[in-house]
């Protein structure tokens, strides 16, 4: 019953030694996503979710330390070395970034990018490979994709360049897919057109994700799980319905009723006061506990473990598990225009 | 407002955690400084030896202008001239520390003259754009496109030798790349949004540069300025060399250089001595211009 | 003063005239930037970043300004601060041109008007400590430097920030929240009468931006303010504001209360812009993009109805004729052939369904 996962972290730590101290970027980190499912990992700047992703496929700088059990699709991520990483990178696992510029180079043009790839990691023929990269065009929906596979990066826009990028990645059938924020960028009527591109090729090609944003709409939108995550840890861990709608979290609810969605117009923000801590010296008990209105004693005390709030829900708050405190369900609010038309509750449009 | 109340006091403190009260950029340069051996190292030998050609009768014995026919070519190591002497019979130590005045002289005054005059027009062509950049920065091109080398020949060969007419050379020939980064950096920092800002609040263009333009585009000229010494001296031992420069019987490295070649096979070590000289100052100034930038290039 | 028994209709009257006239009033603004080509070809690739806008600001008002790349909202905040120099209309601030012989100078209506920009710290000159930075505008008004100084003291703490502890430091020394903070205290040195925040919280995280959002919303009754806020961001827009303009290719789509707008929204590309909002309900996410493709190249944009290349309901008379931004009930107003009759379009005479 039990089929291995596709992704399983155990304990992943990662510091930057640097001149001023060691930021304690991501520290202790657990987690596993099955194939096929969609883990969003949501958290501000400084939270360590990009610094995450970037450990799993060992794409951070040398001065990284990183500690910690990680299985990708089946291989052992520590101890593989260059050759079996550039392997990995690109064949089983993929990564997909803000910036497309970052993945595509900007001297090829988009099918000789694609095809390269295809032969590097399959071995097949460059004709075989083309004929590939059309289908793969195509696939991420680029109209006029046959003349596409000629152009260069600079001569797409903006959100067919991240469509490219997205058909770079999945061009070797990748078993798991890493998304570091590739909406954030992108106008909101181009997000969405994402949004629903990379969940339908999920859901086409079985592929596990792991999509990192700091958007709760788009991680509602994309995700089975969410992890939340601050000052390097998650902080509460579950199926999106539960996390959205009854958050298991000091910090989750706050962030969800601090911003503009939680409240009515014009009335005044519940903002979370303070700011979060700093990475080189964290405090010894729960770190959001200074800007947390429920924080005590043993809150300071040591860092909360890990909590089963429910199966398959976990929290980091001692308070939450222990049902002490109940934490405000947010209000979301509606959305304004044409929501039965659109949405799987109804109508047609 | 008592969790406003509350944020500040978190930021308070967390902002009494991290670093002193205000630590401006310069001081920031200057611990950055402080933590590189090598160009600590390196700005130490070049204030030594800054020291000791402003000081030069109190670190020489002989006169560097008395030669002896008797004492002609003398190696190193000799008892009385440790660094031996000239085909003169000079003592070459003596020829070496009031040379260096000649040689720094020409060194760095071309620089520092290319760099008022240069940084000044090529920060008004970087703020003032349109026509006036235009024909800055096109009179630039033509001056540039003179090798400099050549350039400070010609002029020398115009003008005639001597330590004045080697300056004001050299001086023509680094005017052009000071203009040319002046103004690019000085275009570049006008387009920043804190100079927008400053435009939005109704400053006039002297108050702007002086403000938020000087300040800012100041120090990368300098530091590309710093680096420029260590070509300059070994164009003035050049232009000396080829007897363009400094004249005899003035001590100076390039021409030392000259005079010291016949005696290449019978002394190569004091021969080759000026040379040596040339090329660790040279050497120091380009690394301690290195140090400077990288030192000045401070990321968040 | 009013006369016993007679003016006094009159006075209110006038005063409330005085109330309701617009602060500011845009009308036909336009920009256009032309690319050039090489230096031989005679260029005539123009961007039209900002064609015939008009829209009037009320006193006391935030009005949203939205759109997405390329709809020429940054140039419009640019222009009405005359940081760059517009190619026709006319902008009056309280009643008084802007730029001509007998109305307010450009120096002048920088005092009435100032702008947050987006990038919190290349806003700040890195060189200065942030209280001379906010002191720089007084100070170049003909203020003392001390008692600039000591304005910048003030403001500092108008916004959140302890002078004794932040009027010396340097911008990098500060987080993006706080910086914000700086350039908003900043803004409010000249004490002007309009605010243009333009994306000024987008860089921010959430809860930074919940932050900054509430000392606007504090700033502003207590200083008597106006708001102009630029933004791609739908959610805050609609918390902020209290009239919305939604713009698209430098032309003015859509124009009106907030509610309105986002709730009844008239134009198609309204309607589009907010159904692509993600959705906030797991139960309920969202199943079709409501637009293919990306935001057009504002070169060269389509002739007649900019949307009409994205827009379902486009039709021939789309093509041939552009939309004028008329007047709908409710004090919307709208750019589309759909909505007034006898336009020509098919739709035109009945209510057309959200």
């Known amino acids: 019953m039990q089929q291995e996962q596709v992704v399983s972290v155990d304990d992943l ?302 929290t980091r708050c001692l308070r939450v598990a222990a049902g002490e405190i109940a934490l405000p369900r947010p209000n979301l609010g509606e959305r304004s225009v044409g929501p039965s038309s659109q949405n799987s509750g109804g109508g047609q449009r | 407002m008592m969790a406003e109340a509350a944020a500040l006091r978190v930021d308070a403190s967390l902002v009494l955690q991290r670093a002193q009260q205000g630590k401006s950029y310069w001081r920031r340069v200057w611990e950055r400084l402080l933590d590189d051996k090598l160009t600590l190292v390196v700005t130490a030998v070049l204030l030594l030896l800054l020291v000791m050609v402003l000081f030069a009768p109190w670190f020489t014995v002989h006169d560097p202008y008395t030669g002896s026919v008797l004492r002609r070519l003398k190696p190193v190591g000799t008892l009385g001239h440790w660094l031996g002497t000239d085909e003169v019979g000079r003592d070459l130590w003596s020829r070496m520390v009031y040379g260096g005045r000649m040689s720094l002289l020409a060194g760095v005054v071309p620089v520092f003259l290319a760099l008022l005059i240069g940084g000044f027009l090529g920060i008004l062509a970087g703020y003032a754009g349109g026509f006036l950049n235009s024909t800055i920065m096109r009179l630039t091109d033509v001056l540039y496109a003179f090798p400099s080398i050549l350039l400070a020949i010609a002029i020398t060969g115009i003008l005639g030798s001597g330590l004045k007419n080697t300056i004001l050379a050299l001086t023509i020939s680094f005017i052009p790349p000071i203009i040319r980064i002046s103004e690019s950096i000085t275009a570049q920092t006008r387009h920043l949004d804190f100079v927008e800002a400053a435009r939005a609040s109704g400053a006039r263009p002297l108050t702007i540069m002086r403000y938020h333009i000087l300040n800012n585009v100041l120090g990368p000229i300098l530091v590309y300025a710093t680096s420029l010494i260590s070509i300059c001296i070994i164009l003035a031992a050049g232009l000396s060399f080829l007897g363009l420069g400094v004249t005899p019987p003035s001590a100076e490295w390039g021409l030392m250089l000259n005079n010291l070649r016949q005696a290449l096979w019978v002394s190569p070590l004091v021969a080759a001595l000026p040379g040596v000289m040339i090329f660790i100052t040279s050497m120091c100034f380009n690394l301690m211009s290195d140090g400077l930038r990288q030192a000045m290039d401070v990321r968040l | 003063m009013n006369e016993a028994g007679r003016g006094s209709d009159g006075a209110d009257a006038v005063a409330r005239e005085a109330a309701s006239a617009p602060l500011l009033a845009v009308e036909n603004l336009t920009k256009h930037f032309s690319v050039k080509g090489s230096l031989l070809s005679r260029s005539n690739a123009v961007v039209q970043a900002v064609d015939d806008v008009s829209f009037l600001v009320r006193r006391g008002e935030t009005l949203g300004i ?59 000159n890195p060189r200065l400590p942030v209280a001379m930075s906010i002191a720089f505008g007084p100070f170049v008004h003909g203020l003392a430097k001390s008692a600039a100084l000591q304005r910048a003291r003030q403001l500092l703490e108008a916004v959140g920030l302890d002078p004794l502890l932040f009027a010396n430091r340097y911008p990098h020394e500060l987080s993006g929240g706080q910086r914000q903070r700086i350039n908003i205290a900043r803004a409010l040195a000249l004490e002007p009468r309009i605010v243009i925040l333009d994306e000024a919280v987008s860089a921010l995280d959430k809860s930074v931006e919940a932050q900054v959002l509430n000392l606007l919303a504090d700033l502003k009754t207590h200083f008597d303010l106006t708001y102009i806020f630029i933004s791609h961001d739908l959610n805050v827009v609609r918390y902020i504001s209290d009239r919305v303009m939604v713009m698209y290719l430098g032309k003015v789509v859509e124009i009106g209360p907030v509610h309105q707008i986002y709730l009844h929204p008239q134009h198609p590309y309204t309607q589009a812009l907010l159904t692509a909002m993600p959705s906030m309900d797991p139960g309920r996410r969202t199943l079709r993009a409501p637009l293919s493709g990306d935001p057009p190249n504002p070169i060269s944009p389509p002739s007649g109805c900019r949307f009409r290349t994205r827009c379902p309901f486009a039709e021939k008379v789309c093509e041939a004729v552009p939309p004028q931004l008329l007047a709908l009930q409710n004090s919307v107003a709208v750019a589309c052939h759909m909505r007034f009759p006898g336009s020509g379009h098919s739709r035109a005479d009945k209510t057309v369904p959200h």
Do not use: W
């Open chain 1, 13 to 314: 730590k990662v510091r930057f030694v640097g001149r001023e101290g060691t930021v304690a970027a991501v520290n202790g980190v657990s987690f596993g996503v099955g194939a096929g499912k969609v883990l969003a990992i949501l958290g501000e700047s400084g939270s360590g979710k990009s610094v995450t992703l970037r450990a799993l496929l060992r794409l951070l700088p040398a001065r990284a330390r990183i500690e910690g059990r990680i299985r990708l699709a089946g291989h052992d991520m520590a101890a593989l070395d260059e050759a079996g990483l550039r392997q990995v990178r690109g064949g089983k696992v993929a990564m997909i970034f803000q910036e497309p510029m970052i993945a595509l180079d900007p001297v090829f043009t988009i099918g000789v990018q694609i095809a390269e790839t295809i032969v590097r990691h399959e071995g097949v023929s460059y004709q075989v490979a083309t004929r590939r990269a059309l289908e793969l065009l195509e696939m991420v929906q680029i109209p006029s994709a046959a003349r596409r596979l000629k152009s260069y990066p600079h001569e797409l826009s903006g959100g067919m360049r991240q469509r490219a990028m997205i058909a770079l990645a999945l061009s070797c059938r990748p078993a798991l897919l890493l998304a570091d924020e590739p909406t954030t960028a992108l106008d909101v009527t181009v997000q969405i057109q994402i949004i629903l591109l990379l969940r339908q090729l999920q859901r086409d090609l079985d592929m596990a994700v792991i999509f990192v944003t700091h958007d709760v709409g788009v991680a509602v939108e994309v995700a089975d799980e969410i992890a939340v995550m601050y000052a390097g840890r998650f902080v509460e861990l579950g199926p999106t319905e539960t996390v959205i709608g009854s958050p298991a979290h000091p910090y989750t609810a706050a962030l969800l009723t601090s911003t503009v969605l939680g409240s009515a117009f014009g009335k005044r923000l519940e903002a979370i006061p303070g700011m979060p801590p700093d990475l080189r010296a964290l405090p010894q008990g729960c770190s959001f506990e200074p800007r947390c209105r429920f924080g005590d004693e043993r809150c300071r005390g040591a860092v909360p473990p890990a909590f089963a709030h429910a199966p398959a829900h976990m």
């Open chain 3, 66 to 124: 939205v759109g997405e790349s390329g709809c020429g909202k940054s140039t419009t905040a640019r222009l009405l601060m005359h940081l760059i120099a517009r190619d026709s209309g006319r902008i009056r601030f309280a009643g008084r041109p802007v730029g001509a012989a007998h109305g307010l100078s450009r120096r002048d209506l920088h005092r009435q008007m100032q702008m947050v920009f987006q990038d919190s710290y290349a806003s700040l």
